[in-house]
């Protein structure tokens, strides 16, 4: 069966991704602070609004910028987001839950979820992690099933931290938000506008793939020492 993706807009990613994100399954984006996780979903959102598609937004950290949207795509495309701004983890849990049936009234053919764990961070302590982290596999439980049933694209974004016991870094959340993610791509800043992109973990492509691109005004380009390694 063939695999369907919607294109990213950005040339070096939908190469990186063999044409681009993945129906029916979560891609997780990955980085640290300024690694570009918001420009790739903005930039998605924008390529999928632009040419009719409806998205689903949730926004954990009022990162979302209509002015850098207008920037990519026109600025009637903008009616096609379907935008809602979570400010704790109760009510992301709420907002997930309640996908489905906007998935089903307006059609959606993108779902973006910008942070998944800005807000689980907050909430999660050492008293309470089993439970907060069953919460978060349920979210993703939910995201993964509307993917498959409505074949969907689902774009999350992932912060990490420094796991001094490796050396690197992890994924906030670590094993919950791999398990459930089949496409995890990690992304790191190179200079002050490049952005590398790489396969950390893929159903069909090789890991180790890395590709880099450019954050300019009009979007996500080619970053002319890029390409595919």
Known sequence: MEVERVSTGCEPLDTLLNGGVEKGVISNFYGESGSGKTNVCIQVAAEVAENGGKVAYIDSEASFSPERFIQIASEDALDNIFLKDVTDFDQQDETIEGLENLVEDKGIDLVVVDSLVSLYRLKVNGDNAQEVNQELSQQLSTLSGLARN?????????????????????????????????????????????????IAKHRSLPEGKEVRFKITDEGLVKDSAGGLF
């Not at 689902?154 to 089949?182: A, C, H």
């Open 150 to 198: 409505y074949n969907l694209p689902v774009m999350i974004t992932n912060q990490v931290y420094t796991s001094f016991d490796e050396d690197d870094i992890e994924l906030v959340g670590r094993d919950v938000p791999k398990y459930w993610s089949k496409c995890l791509v990690k992304l790191s800043q190179t200079d002050k506008d490049v952005r590398k992109a790489r």
